[in-house]
């Protein structure tokens, strides 16, 4: 028997080095996150392996799995703790070693093997720990694993099995690196300003960069644990704005930033434009739409509006999904509808054949970028995004809000702004056009203006994210209604970032 779960304990004491601990809200929505040493400890880590273990036995699923770590001071103890809990539940760990998420994932393909546990902290800043799960090649767990996880790990029902095992998978970053580049090529020369915030992201990315015929500067490419510029985040302004200065510096075509494990890509164009990732894939869609008419593709409700009215999509007849945020959802959607790809305003790109297999890998998206510039020789990143109709857009904005009560906030929120469009009350000066509540609430106003409040997935925080396809002023006061009723709620805190 393994001991039960606890979710408190004070360190340096004997019941922390003894007890596992697990706090019950490290259960995301589609992966776990925590802080480690005050949310989870080693012991913790165990159990959780031993009820993953545990649940692909209860699902049937053949007992191997991949396990990697990203580059923070403490991942590698947390994974080879969790394997230990995955071998005592009879399982076979194939060890892949330093890793970037994608690479796991391609692991369940270049090794056969069913099931994957990715120890990351994605792009959480420094303190935070996690696993992205799968048990069904490219798919990660969606709530219903997760739930069933937590229930076999909180209730200290994990079953000790007779089979494990352990192999250290050696250089399996080589072959990696290597199914990226295949044959790859591009045919104009590229300079691409590659930027990793000192993540994992820079064993991989300048390499393969390089590979397919661009010329690199590479920045904040020395791997580094302790973050020292900023949290490698390409959602984050700060990550942006370093890329932008280093574009213009340069002279670079793109510049490109991947975050903490290397599923996310952030793109600034040749003038230091920085370009949100949603917009980023209304540009992929576009060059892809030309060369497959009639594709579908899958966003996020975070996204720009510009993938329902955009006249060269309509044009290649191109067919649209929102759907849920998250990295989980949006990639079983777009295995679901066998869409072309999906795309997140976070910056994860999702691409089925020819481009990819479906789960979400930065470097991909990096080449996919780099391929359709390739494909407009005399145009610049920065005509191709001025080619776009405008919109005004905010980065996404995210106020504090305990894990607790952050999703009983977002309720009484969308209860609120529902109550108000049904009884004919303008928002921020319109008529309400839509409301859509897949995943929080999406006001759509008359003019097309649209305020996005979810609760997120991944940190104890709400995200708020807001468009207006004909005014910076109607941006702002989409948002000022927004933010005012979030200022009146006191479980609501300060936001990381703001317009």
């Known amino acids: 028997m393994f001991p039960k779960p606890i979710a408190t304990a004070t360190a340096n004491t004997p019941e922390f080095e003894q007890t596992p601990l697990v706090k019950p809200t490290g259960f995301r929505e589609y992966d776990a996150r925590w802080l480690f040493g005050t949310e989870l400890n080693l012991m913790g880590a165990q159990a959780l392996g031993l009820g993953i273990g545990t649940y692909l036995h209860e699902r049937g699923v053949k007992p191997e799995i991949v396990v990697g770590h990203d580059y923070r001071s403490y991942s590698q103890s947390i994974k080879l703790a969790l394997a230990n809990g995955l071998m005592a539940a009879g399982c076979r760990v194939h060890d892949i070693g330093l890793a970037v998420s994608p690479m796991a994932y391609f692991a369940q393909f270049a090794l056969d093997v069913p099931a994957v546990a990715m120890v990351t902290a994605s792009h959480n800043d420094n303190g935070w720990t996690g696993v992205k799960m799968g048990a069904e090649r490219p798919l990660t767990f969606g709530p219903d694993e997760i739930g069933r996880l937590k229930e076999i790990v909180l209730s200290g029902s994990g079953v000790t099995r007779d089979g494990g095992g352990y192999v250290f998978v050696e250089n399996f970053g080589e072959r990696y690196i290597a199914d990226l580049i295949g044959t790859r090529k591009l045919d104009h020369p590229l300079k691409v300003v590659t930027a990793c915030g000192n993540g994992t992201a820079a064993l991989f990315a300048p390499q393969v960069l390089r590979a397919i015929g661009c010329e690199v500067v590479e920045l904040d490419c020395t791997l580094d644990y302790t973050f020292p510029r900023y949290n490698p985040n390409p959602e984050d302004m700060a990550m942006l704005h370093a ?37 980023v894939g209304v540009l992929l869609a576009r060059d892809l739409s030309s060369l497959h008419p009639g594709s579908t593709f899958v966003v996020d409700v975070k996204s720009t509006g510009l993938f329902m009215t955009d006249p060269v999509l309509r044009q290649n007849g191109v067919k649209v999904d929102y759907w849920k945020t998250g990295h989980s959802y949006i990639k079983r959607r777009v295995h679901e509808l066998g869409a072309r790809a999906g795309f997140e305003k976070s910056g994860h790109f999702f691409f089925n054949a020819p481009v990819g297999r479906g789960y979400d890998d930065g470097l991909v998206a990096a080449i996919a970028v780099c391929e359709m510039l390739d494909r407009n020789p005399g145009k610049r990143l920065s005509d191709l995004r001025r080619s776009l109709p405008r919109t005004w857009q905010s980065p996404t904005m995210s106020p504090h809000c305990a894990d607790e009560v952050k999703y009983e906030v977002v309720e009484r929120a969308v209860a609120h702004f529902t109550a108000r469009a049904r009884s004919g009350e303008p928002i921020a000066g319109q008529a309400v056009r839509d409301l859509v509540t897949v995943n929080g609430i999406r006001i759509v106003l008359e003019d097309g203006t ?43 805190g300060a936001y990381n970032q703001k317009i």
């Open 243 to 279: 890329i932008a200065d280093a574009v213009r510096q340069s002279g670079a075509a793109v510049g490109l930033g991947f975050d903490g494990d290397g599923d996310r890509c952030g793109v600034v164009d040749d003038t230091g434009e920085e370009i949100f990732a949603d917009k």
């Open 450 to 492: 649209w305020g996005l409040l979810r609760a997120s997935s991944n940190k104890p925080e709400l995200v708020v994210v807001v468009e207006s396809p004909t005014s910076e002023a109607n941006m702002r006061a989409i948002f000022a209604e927004i933010d005012e009723y979030l200022s009146a709620q006191a479980e609501v």
